[in-house]
């Protein structure tokens, strides 16, 4: 009987890591995805709360220019918030 109850808990337990889990890949997959669609002219928001407009897209950075003062300066893709601009996917 002590056998039983504890087998279901462990079957709760790693059930409960294997969803968890999985929910944790799927938001870091669509995170990414987000990052690797910005394209140049974007306006973004940084973790920092800057708004900024994209102007170079490299392959782990963004270079990104301030509106107030055209300021240049280096962000990598990993401080980006949210994507401001829309872009049309159906339309190609």
Not at 42 to 57: C, L, Q, R
């Amino acid at each position: 009987m002590q056998y039983a109850s504890m087998i279901l808990m462990l079957v709760i337990f790693g059930g409960m890591i294997f969803f968890m889990n999985r929910s944790q890949k799927k938001k870091q997959k669509k995170e990414q995805e987000e990052r690797d669609s910005v394209q140049v002219g974007d306006e973004i928001v940084t973790i920092g709360g800057f708004v900024v407009k994209v102007i170079s897209v490299k392959d782990d950075h963004y270079i990104v220019e301030s509106p107030q003062d055209h300021s240049k300066m280096k962000l990598m893709k990993w401080a980006l918030s949210s994507n401001n601009t829309v872009h049309d996917t159906t339309a190609k």
